[in-house]
């Protein structure tokens, strides 16, 4: 199982997983110990499949980037859950495939040689009329093998798209396209010679009006549809990171059409990437969040506190000038008691008046309506504050 796991470029405790899974048995503990040791030892018979049951077993593809431990956890529990697909057999139809097959085959082809499908309630899709028919065949796969892994196949407001309960994954198929200079056909060869030859009789005549009217263009590039087909999944975001497979194209020996166990298990990887991405930007939003918080907190108290100290500076300013009038008044009333003048008398008279209007002002009672006035000690203490917008 050890040395098995390593070629499949999976852990073997995920393959004795899917063997257990299947019914299959493997060796016990010690048993080839024993038979290193010439032993004899007993190997327990293949069973029977049951009934309705495949005979092909696939185990997906392994990845051999660096990935998270998390993806990589992912990635194995879902190549156990793949092994219960067949890249081989047929797949039942679904209507959104359906939709986009009937499209395909009723769209008009492009000038690079492509039929297009997009839109609410289609697949993506970019190919060649001639690759309809493999598509007919993959989509339904693909869409068997995602179900496997939980994932439904739902049309939207765009092109239809991956979905199960936590993530929503967009894909797409296109054709790659050759590009070729454009060769003159023997008819365009012939539709030049004779414009040419019209330009050269209007030289003669000097007729420079028509010497560039008329001038037959002829396309700068052939394009050929190659027949190799590529899935692509959308982009995900992973920092610091290798971000998971998106891409699973025709190659020489495997095609799309084989590729369905592959496609969904890397759509479980990448749509866990997703979650995990995800999750990660919500911690930094509340991280972020929080110390904007705190800082907004700290920003308040200051406010607060600058604001009390204002308020206590006022008083205390009062209480010195109250100081200095009562020994003002005491000082002059010392001086006049012997020849009191009429124009100091009056002033004494007014000082001491209102020096006990200003004490008044400092009694408790007067100091509460104060402080209610001002907006200070109270649960309106923070008036006036502003967050800062950065």
Not at 66 to 84: G, K, N, T, Y
Not at 273 to 283: F, N, V
Not at 346 to 352: D, E, G, K, S, V
Request: hydrophobic share 40%; glycine share 4%.
């Amino acid at each position: 199982m050890t040395h098995l796991a390593k070629e499949f470029a999976i852990s073997d405790v995920a393959l004795h997983k899917i063997c257990r899974k299947h019914d299959i048995p493997n060796p016990p503990l010690g048993w080839w110990a024993k038979k290193a040791a010439g032993k004899k030892v007993k190997q327990t018979p293949l069973p029977k499949a049951e009934a309705g049951g495949g005979e092909r077993i696939t185990i997906a593809s392994g990845n051999f980037s660096r990935e998270s431990a998390m993806l990589i956890d992912v990635r194995e529990q879902a190549r156990i859950v793949a092994s219960d697909g067949d890249d081989d057999d047929m797949a039942p139809s679904h209507p959104i495939v359906e939709r986009t097959l009937a499209k395909l085959r009723k769209a008009k082809v492009s000038d690079i040689g492509i039929v297009a499908a997009n839109g609410a309630g289609f697949i993506k899709c970019e190919v060649a009329s001639s690759s309809v028919d493999r598509l007919a065949v993959a989509l339904p796969r693909i869409v068997r093998a995602a179900a496997l892994q939980r994932f439904e196949l739902v049309a939207g407001e765009g092109a239809a798209k991956f979905k199960s309960e936590t993530e929503t994954v967009g894909f797409s198929i296109t054709e790659s396209i050759r590009r070729e200079t454009h060769v003159l056909t023997d008819a365009e060869r012939a539709k030049k010679e004779a414009w040419q030859r019209k330009r050269d009789r209007a030289a003669r005549r000097n007729s420079w009006d028509d010497l560039f009217f008329d001038r037959p263009r002829f396309p700068e590039w052939d394009f050929h549809p190659t027949g190799q087909l590529s899935f692509e999944f959308e982009q995900t975001y992973v920092p610091r990171g290798v971000a998971p497979r998106r891409s699973f194209r025709d190659a020489k020996v495997q095609r799309l059409e084989k590729m369905a166990t592959d496609i969904a298990v890397g759509l479980a990887v990448l749509a866990a990437a997703k979650t995990e991405q995800r999750l990660k930007c919500e911690a930094e939003q509340r991280r972020l969040e929080e110390e904007r918080r705190l800082r907004e907190l700290a920003a308040r108290a200051r406010h607060i506190e600058e604001r009390r100290l204002a308020g206590l500076s006022a008083v205390l300013s009062e209480l010195d000038e109250l100081d200095r009038l009562r020994r003002l008044i005491s000082m002059l009333t010392s001086e006049i008691s012997t020849a009191p003048t009429p124009r100091l008398s009056a002033f004494l008279a007014w000082a001491r008046e209102h020096l006990a209007k200003r004490e008044a002002l400092l009694t408790a009672n007067a100091m509460e309506e104060r402080l209610e006035a001002e907006r200070l000690f109270g649960d309106d203490d923070d008036h006036g504050f502003t967050p800062s917008r950065w």
